[in-house]
């Protein structure tokens, strides 16, 4: 095949992608990589497509009309009553297999038809439609909660052509929604299905984001649910935490799953936990394994970790073997030695032991300083309160000498005034007897 003159091109249409007519991931949940999209007749090998409607609802559908088809067209489908509207995200061989592997399909005669692709008509009938769906699942879930239904109602999808509503809903018990069914069809004025879904399914028809920065599972790729249960995090050394084991739906992550079987095949490769290991100068006890490098660490405690010693699975299995023999290595190292022994440790190694003496000697110094200055702004604060007393002692002592000459002045004054009245008294008396 000459790949050089062959031309690869992105195709900008509804759906993304790498390579002629977008094999690679669109804007679809649970979109399949359609690897033989470019093999020539690849689409005249069936006339089944995969269409796909609101979230991860899908169908096939027989093109019995011959249409040519393409991944990301807009079609109108057979449905029951009426007409269906959806996109095809599937043509060729590969619709055969999904159908295989979903076993949505019972018998040949359950495959509905493809009408035709949709028109202007047909698509705003849908578009009334949609418009519709979330103030019904507002009304439905005060419907349901008015009849005392334990029942949680996540989503509603009208059909293409607005005659049929799917009314998806979550439950723990066993429900009676016959009384349901009547007073939806009385307000809504359509035909109702009910359609129960569980935790996972919601979870993959809402979508989100995955603590590990991806897009969730199950609305990319995931079709089947498989059980998961805490024995797969048991095999992969997982901490048993709920809040780190639970995904977006609250119940187990789908991906604990996904590496369990290794850990499985790599574990058998271990030696077991009851075994013990006798070598010449102790007894070891399996601590810890990292079971995907292959590696065993041991303790001489079994409940604590006290000389842990880290080999290989087949060193370990190798010691297994010599003490059923009866024998017993000279230590757990791989090449039979003897352990070396352990050497105290000098702190000191190297070290001023007199650098402790020189700290001491300078914080007492340090304290000196700091008391002698203490005692200095001690004594100038009391020197200065002193002067201040002095000074104050010494303007009373000017006030009282001041008041005091003032008195003295004053009486001096009073004196002199009486004895001039007297003198002029004994003028006056001495006139009078002249």
Same mark, same amino acid.
């Given at each position: 095949m000459?790949?050089? #003159? ?6 900008n249409?509804c ?10 991931r669109?804007d679809k949940q649970?979109?399949?990589? %359609? ?6 007749g690849?689409?005249d ?15 096939y559908? *027989? ?6 088809l ?7 489908v057979?449905?029951?009553p009426?007409h269906?509207i959806?996109v095809?995200?599937l ?11 979903a076993?949505v /399909?019972?018998?040949?005669? %359950?495959?509905?038809?493809?009408? &035709?692709i949709a028109?202007?008509?047909d698509?705003q009938k849908?578009k009334e439609?949609?418009a519709?769906e979330?103030a019904t699942?507002i009304?439905?879930?005060?419907i349901?909660? $008015?009849l005392?239904l334990?029942?949680?109602?996540g989503d509603?999808?009208?059909q293409?052509d607005?005659? @049929?509503? /799917?009314?998806?809903? /979550?439950a ?12 939806l069809?009385a307000?809504? *004025?359509v035909?109702?299905?009910?359609k129960?879904?569980g ?5 993959g ?5 995955g603590p590990c920065?991806?897009?969730l ?5 995931m ?10 995090a048991?095999?992969q050394d ?5 809040t ?6 609250? =119940?187990? =992550?789908?991906?604990? !799953? ?9 574990s &058998?490769?271990?030696p077991?936990?009851?075994? *013990?290991? *006798?070598?010449m100068?102790n007894?070891y ?5 990292d ?7 041991y ?10 010693e880290?080999i290989s ?5 190798e ?6 023999q009866?024998e017993?290595?000279?230590?757990l190292l791989?090449?039979g ?8 440790? %000098?702190?000191l190694a ?8 020189k700290? @001491?000697t300078?914080r007492k110094?340090? $304290?000196?300083n ?9 004594n100038?604060?009391?020197?200065e ?6 000074n ?5 002592d000017? #006030? ?5 000459l &003032?008195n003295n002045?004053?009486? !001096?004054?009073? &004196? !002199?005034?009486?004895? $001039? !009245?007297?003198?002029q ?6 006139q009078n007897?002249?």
């Amino acid at each position: 095949m000459d790949y050089k #003159n062959m031309k690869f091109k992105i195709w900008n249409g509804c759906d993304r992608g790498l390579c002629h007519r977008a094999c690679g991931r669109q804007d679809k949940q649970l979109n399949t990589y %359609d690897w033989l999209e470019d093999i020539p007749g690849n689409t005249d090998t069936t006339d089944l497509v995969e269409v796909q409607f609101k979230n991860t609802r899908k169908g096939y559908y *027989h093109n019995v009309n011959k249409i040519e088809l393409h991944k990301g067209d807009i079609v109108a489908v057979e449905a029951n009553p009426g007409h269906d509207i959806g996109v095809v995200t599937l043509t060729g061989k590969l619709v055969k297999l999904q159908i295989k592997q979903a076993g949505v /399909i019972k018998s040949p005669d %359950d495959i509905k038809r493809v009408y &035709r692709i949709a028109k202007d008509v047909d698509m705003q009938k849908y578009k009334e439609a949609k418009a519709r769906e979330h103030a019904t699942m507002i009304e439905s879930r005060q419907i349901a909660k $008015g009849l005392g239904l334990k029942m949680k109602i996540g989503d509603v999808e009208y059909q293409g052509d607005g005659n @049929k509503a /799917i009314f998806y809903y /979550i439950a723990d018990e066993r429900v009676d929604f016959r009384q349901l069914i009547k007073d939806l069809a009385a307000t809504f *004025h359509v035909r109702i299905e009910m359609k129960q879904i569980g935790a996972r399914q919601e979870a993959g028809r809402i979508g989100g984001t995955g603590p590990c920065g991806r897009e969730l599972c199950c609305a990319t790729w995931m079709k089947n649910f498989s059980s998961v249960s805490t024995t797969a995090a048991r095999f992969q050394d997982i901490s048993l935490n709920p809040t780190k084991l639970a995904g977006m739906c609250a =119940k187990l =992550k789908c991906c604990l !799953n996904y590496e369990v079987d290794n850990y499985v095949e790599a574990s &058998r490769k271990l030696p077991s936990k009851d075994i *013990h290991l *006798h070598t010449m100068d102790n007894e070891y006890f399996l601590f810890k394994t990292d079971i995907l490098n292959g590696q065993c660490t041991y303790s001489t405690d079994k409940n604590l970790a006290i000389n842990l010693e880290t080999i290989s699975a087949d060193r370990a299995k190798e010691i297994i073997e010599m003490n059923k023999q009866g024998e017993k290595p000279l230590s757990l190292l791989n090449n039979g030695k003897a352990k070396p022994a352990k050497k105290p440790i %000098d702190l000191l190694a190297g070290a001023d032991i007199s650098r402790f003496d020189k700290d @001491k000697t300078a914080r007492k110094n340090n $304290g000196r300083n700091r008391n002698g200055n203490q005692r200095r702004n001690g004594n100038g604060s009391r020197n200065e309160e002193r002067r201040q007393n002095q000074n104050a002692r010494s303007d009373q002592d000017d #006030n009282r000498q001041q008041h005091q000459l &003032r008195n003295n002045r004053h009486n !001096n004054n009073r &004196r !002199n005034n009486r004895q $001039g !009245n007297n003198n002029q008294r004994e003028q006056r008396n001495q006139q009078n007897e002249n």
